[in-house]
């Protein structure tokens, strides 16, 4: 048995795809058959193949149906190391609080969108999830404190845009609305005991 190649042209472009092909004999002479449609196969998946077929006698049931042999590596388990460590758990706690408090749509309402790549009110919300957390300059929130949490995953902003002045331009644009911060949160009175019975059976 051995591979064959097969090209067709669709939309204008060539595909190649591969064959499993026998040969056998007939009064009129030797014929090829296929044994079996492979599809698309990369460089390694056909010398897989080849290999395993050269001077292979075994039927296609055989081929396809018999269970891999189980392959053994050794591993220096003094040599794992955990890498990139990213707190999680915080976090994510804050933004269920900032969700049930309704935070994020007060901050969507109250500061008006303008040409910013990161919405101020996703920044708002960095801010105070870093201040519950690990509370701490916006110096230290944007070379360490952001990079060492998952708030670039769970809010979907990158790395790359946290810095201290936009933390900064941030707090001013939360300022001005301070009165009406307080007066929100003022309704969520019972949101706000919840968070304070956590944050005591945490302690």
Same mark, same amino acid.
């Given at each position: 048995?051995?591979? %064959?190649?097969?090209?067709?042209?669709?939309?204008?472009?060539?595909?190649?795809?591969?064959?499993?092909?026998?040969?056998?004999?007939?009064?009129?002479?030797?014929?090829?058959?296929?044994?079996?449609?492979?599809?698309?196969?990369?460089?390694?998946? %056909?010398?897989?193949? +080849?290999?395993?077929?050269? @001077?292979?006698?075994?039927?296609?049931?055989?081929?396809? @149906?018999?269970?891999? +042999?189980?392959?053994?590596?050794?591993?220096?388990?003094?040599?794992?190391?955990? +890498?990139?460590?990213k707190d999680f758990g915080g976090p994510w706690l804050c933004m269920e609080i900032i969700r049930r408090l309704h935070l994020e749509q007060f901050f969507e309402k109250h500061i008006h969108k303008g040409r910013e790549l990161i919405p101020w009110s996703a920044m708002a919300q960095v801010l105070i999830i870093c201040r519950l957390c690990n509370? &701490? &300059?916006?110096?230290?929130?944007? +070379?360490?404190?952001?990079?060492?949490?998952?708030? &670039?995953?769970?809010?979907?902003?990158?790395?790359?845009?946290?810095?201290?002045? %936009?933390?900064?331009?941030?707090?001013?644009?939360?300022?001005?609305?301070?009165?009406?911060?307080?007066?929100?949160?003022?309704?969520?009175?019972?949101?706000?005991?919840?968070?304070?019975?956590?944050?005591?059976?945490?302690?």
């Amino acid at each position: 048995m051995y591979i %064959r190649k097969t090209t067709r042209i669709k939309d204008g472009k060539s595909h190649d795809y591969w064959a499993l092909v026998e040969s056998y004999r007939t009064p009129k002479g030797p014929r090829q058959r296929t044994v079996a449609w492979l599809g698309d196969l990369d460089k390694a998946g %056909r010398l897989g193949i +080849e290999k395993y077929t050269k @001077n292979n006698t075994e039927s296609q049931q055989d081929l396809f @149906n018999k269970s891999p +042999e189980p392959e053994w590596v050794e591993v220096n388990v003094n040599g794992i190391r955990i +890498e990139n460590i990213k707190d999680f758990g915080g976090p994510w706690l804050c933004m269920e609080i900032i969700r049930r408090l309704h935070l994020e749509q007060f901050f969507e309402k109250h500061i008006h969108k303008g040409r910013e790549l990161i919405p101020w009110s996703a920044m708002a919300q960095v801010l105070i999830i870093c201040r519950l957390c690990n509370p &701490s &300059s916006e110096l230290h929130i944007a +070379e360490h404190l952001f990079e060492e949490t998952a708030l &670039s995953d769970l809010l979907g902003i990158p790395l790359k845009r946290i810095n201290e002045d %936009r933390l900064y331009r941030a707090l001013d644009k939360v300022l001005p609305h301070k009165d009406d911060l307080e007066a929100h949160l003022k309704k969520k009175q019972e949101v706000c005991l919840i968070w304070t019975t956590i944050c005591f059976y945490m302690t």
